[in-house]
């Protein structure tokens, strides 16, 4: 896993990013990886996003906050938004730069400390970065590293994130497990499907799985998040299908 200070420096490199791909861009562009969005809602989104994570670090919350509300400053004009976007990243690294980011606090996933909420901007941020690219017919770069980070913290949150992405409740079996593996960086994960819950094990099962999925990381990032699909010639896909149809049905979120 990376450290909580290439996060940091991650998601400015990806919020700078995110800027320049909008910038004089059309914002009624729909965005293909978020179906009935625009590139207005996008860019809104990510930056309410980040602003609202800021929040939760500065007051340090110790339980699920009640509302989701915080003064957004909106620009008055649609050439405002890559610099509203650069604003709340600005304001993001200053409220990680007057944080402990290893002491303990409220969050929705597996961490239950203040950086996690920096993982989750940073991932949360570079997958609606490659989302406007696409949808504006540019290319998109994800780093091997950080793109196998990104998997990782994927997989790690994924069980608890029936709140609000209710298909993973139906990410059960009999034990059934998932490979997935990076073909041009460190990184290799068992996720297995119990009858109650479902989650990543050990190296203490055989090594052989019901399914697997291999991919460079960046495409196998993209495919967890239901950007790619896993027949296409980047992926190698071997094992049991109905196992892997019923995680992609169930684990985007």
Request: aromatic fraction near 10%; charge should be negative.
């Amino acid at each position: 896993m990376m450290s909580t200070d290439a996060h940091r420096a991650a998601i400015a490199a990806e919020s700078a990013a995110f800027a320049e791909v909008i910038g004089g861009a059309d914002l009624a562009t729909p965005v293909p990886g978020c179906p009935g969005w625009t590139l207005l809602d996008l860019v809104r989104h990510a930056g309410s996003v980040q602003r609202w994570f800021a929040v939760l670090l500065r007051q340090s919350v110790q339980e699920p906050p009640r509302t989701r509300d915080v003064d957004l400053r909106l620009p008055a004009g649609d050439d405002g938004w890559p610099g509203w976007l650069l604003e709340g990243a600005a304001e993001a690294a200053d409220v990680f730069g007057a944080t402990d980011l290893d002491a303990p606090m409220w969050t929705w996933g597996a961490d239950g400390h203040a950086r996690f909420w920096v993982r989750r901007m940073l991932f949360e941020t570079l997958v609606h970065r490659v989302d406007a690219e696409a949808a504006l017919g540019l290319p998109s770069t994800i780093a091997p590293a950080l793109a196998a980070d990104g998997v990782d913290e994927f997989l790690v949150n994924l069980p608890f994130a029936t709140p609000f992405a209710p298909g993973v409740a139906h990410l059960r079996g009999t034990g059934e497990t998932i490979r997935f593996h990076c073909t041009d960086a460190a990184g290799e994960w068992l996720v297995r499907l119990g009858p109650e819950d479902f989650g990543l094990v050990g190296d203490d099962l055989p090594h052989a799985a019901d399914a697997t999925v291999a991919a460079p990381a960046a495409d196998l990032l993209l495919l967890l998040y239901g950007r790619s699909d896993r027949t296409a010639d980047a992926f190698e896909v071997t094992g049991n299908e109905d196992l892997l149809t019923r995680w992609f049905d169930n684990s985007r979120f």
